[in-house]
């Protein structure tokens, strides 16, 4: 009798560590998922580390019995079952959910994000992804595949993917009426932050608004409108808002370094690689390292990094390591 209980008691215990280990998969309404992208693979279980059981081209139809996290379990023509990443997964039928993500494919939507700042639109569904271009808070795009991570889009016709949580079906407030300028009553004044960072030019006085202009400290602009909160100013032949915290009258000093002749490129001293980092610090994580002589462009120059482009890549760089000819930095929309 006593082995009996201890025979039960091992039993129960293996089945919940059995129910721990295992993923929980819910089950949903039967749908089709059209494979696109490319080939895509059937794993044993939903994580990139699944036993690959098979893949199966663009246009391929599955049926997806259930979801876990950003995976669908699925049924594949050919009678195999496993999983396959819900990014890569055009869904139809029962739920109309999309591909797991909270705006269904096939929806216009907005891109969005909390700071201000514009977002990235990557070539793959991940961060390790090239960078594709970037686009200001409020621009229109068509949701193509709905992901719960990340959705592929369109904005105009540039297709690639961005996080899901940057899209959003709420458009942006409408820009109201700019003040007008009044020639010979604008003064002159520089952007400031006492972070050393860039500073965002609005279509509005407000964060809601989209970005038009990203400028980097000590950029000269001139001040149409001031505000309390936010003046309205003029750079180059750009206007827009600014908040005031980040102008002032006081011109910055002068950057004693002589113009150098030629077009910029990667140095070091001792001849080595250099990174390209995904932030301003020798902290961020490393892009990729170039070689000396790689020729690169200077989007926005600060004190210490410059953030830039190297081919497909974009990211920031020690201002030690970059050899140019002191022109100023181009004015973008390319935002951190």
Not at 61 to 72: F, K
Not at 185 to 204: F, P
Not at 251 to 272: L, Q
Request: glycine share 14%; aromatic share 10%.
């Amino acid at each position: 009798m006593k082995m009996k209980k201890q025979s039960i008691a091992m039993l129960v215990l293996l089945v919940m560590v059995l129910t721990a280990v295992i993923p929980v998969t819910s089950a949903i309404a039967e749908q089709t998922g059209t494979v696109v992208g490319g080939w895509l693979i059937l794993r044993g279980s939903p994580s990139f580390n699944g036993v690959i059981l098979a893949s199966y081209p663009s246009g391929t139809v599955v049926t997806i019995t259930g979801q876990t996290g950003s995976w669908y379990s699925v049924r594949t023509p050919n009678g195999l079952t496993g999983y396959m990443n819900s990014a890569y997964l055009r869904v139809t039928g029962g739920g109309g959910g999309g591909g797991g993500g909270s705006i269904p494919a096939g929806t216009t939507a907005y891109v969005t994000s909390a700071n201000g700042l514009n977002v990235r639109l990557r070539s793959g569904p991940g961060k390790g992804y090239s960078i594709i271009a970037a686009y200001a808070p409020g621009t229109v795009c068509t949701v193509l595949t709905s992901g719960q991570n990340w959705s592929r889009i369109q904005i105009g016709s540039t297709t690639g993917y961005m996080m899901s949580r940057f899209l959003t079906t709420n458009p942006a407030p409408q820009p109201q009426p700019q003040p007008q300028p009044q020639p010979g009553l604008e003064y002159k004044v520089w952007v400031t932050s006492a972070n050393g960072k860039g500073v965002n030019l609005r279509s509005g006085p407000s964060k809601a608004y989209p970005s038009i202009g990203f400028y980097s400290v000590g950029t000269e602009g001139w001040m149409v409108t001031a505000g309390h909160t936010w003046s309205y100013i003029r750079i180059g032949n750009r206007y827009g808002y600014m908040m005031s915290q980040f102008l002032t009258t006081t011109e910055p000093p002068v950057n004693p370094d002589p113009p150098i002749v030629g077009a910029a490129y990667v140095v070091s001293a001792n001849g080595r690689n250099v990174n390209l980092r995904a932030a301003p610090t020798t902290a961020g994580k490393i892009i990729k390292a170039f070689r000396v002589g790689t020729r690169l462009n200077i989007i926005t120059r600060g004190r210490d990094w410059y953030f830039i482009q190297i081919g497909g890549y974009y990211g920031y760089m020690m201002r030690q390591f970059i050899y140019d000819n002191g022109s100023p930095a181009t004015l973008t929309d390319l935002s951190f």
